[in-house]
């Protein structure tokens, strides 16, 4: 389960919005909000305090105070850099702090949104083995005829789990880091073979390998679905996301060089990048 998490936080809707689905995470022992200034070159004010600094704080100390979540402790930081990444910041801090989730809005006034609009490769983002949940905030031409923009989708209804069977596996990961899914679809990929048998084989793997899943969610009340498919993985993941109404993709990656490294070229970072839903991507 996640306890302790890191929200950096940029004063975009999408940060915003990343604040509201807190309350949809059971468990929460802490919050850190994070805001990261940088100041190559910081002015000072007649006390001989950045006068932006205290500017942030002040605007996160609000944020903390709308969010009020019983029991959890929560904590702002303003990180004020002269060098590095904005993401070297987070890391440190996510480290520092003990964070075992980091959430953040998909988009953002900061480097983050071109992260994940993929248009600066050279930004990167060392996430090390810290969870990730992306989260977006609806736009106007996503809300319904009359509904209202104050109230979350529940994150945990519906929850597409891609697997791909790499150790350690996810549907036990997913078990043990949010127990709490209300429903779960597992789907898997089949992406090569040099014939329609050996496809079919791979299938026929997989489908027993999935039914396993679907049993030991069942074994803890959750019920479950599996879907075997062939063909591109990240467009499968994507359509069956939108045709089912999915609340919450969940995707695993994998290696030590942080999420950009992690992310730029796989299939995670492709459908991180495409999709309007939540997306929380499994580091540990």
Not at 24 to 47: A, E, T, W
Not at 122 to 129: I, P
Request: with cysteine; aromatic share 4%; proline share 4%.
């Amino acid at each position: 389960m996640f306890r302790d998490i890191l929200v950096p936080y940029d004063f975009s809707e999408d940060s915003r919005y990343a604040v509201r689905c807190l309350r949809q995470i059971p468990g929460i022992r802490q919050i850190v909000l994070l805001h990261v200034l940088y100041n190559k070159h910081p002015s000072k004010g007649p006390d001989g305090f950045d006068p932006q600094v205290d500017y942030a704080r002040l605007r996160l100390e609000e944020v903390k105070k709308d969010l009020e979540l019983e029991s959890v402790a929560i904590r702002t930081i303003v990180e004020d850099i002269r060098g590095g990444t904005i993401a070297d910041a987070i890391k440190a801090v996510a480290a520092r702090e003990g964070i075992s989730l980091i959430v953040m809005g998909r988009r953002g006034q900061s480097v983050i949104e071109a992260l994940l609009l993929g248009s600066v490769a050279s930004d990167t983002l060392h996430y090390g083995t810290t969870d990730l949940l992306l989260v977006h905030a609806p736009g106007p031409g996503g809300m319904a005829s009359g509904e209202r923009t104050d109230l979350l989708p529940e994150l945990f209804s519906n929850v597409l789990i891609a697997t791909d069977f790499s150790e350690p596996e996810i549907g036990g990961l997913c078990l043990h880091k949010i127990p709490w899914i209300q429903k779960a679809t597992f789907v898997h990929v089949v992406t090569t073979g040099d014939s329609h048998e050996v496809v079919q084989a791979s299938v026929d793997d997989a489908q027993k390998r999935l039914e396993a899943m679907r049993d030991a969610f069942g074994r803890h009340q959750i019920p479950a679905e599996i879907r075997v498919r062939a063909g591109s993985a990240e467009d499968v993941i994507l359509s069956l996301a939108e045709r089912e109404d999915v609340s919450l993709i969940v995707m695993k990656a994998t290696g030590q060089r942080g999420i950009l490294t992690s992310l730029l070229g796989s299939k995670v970072s492709y459908v991180a990048r495409r999709t309007q839903k939540p997306i929380l991507v499994l580091k540990k």
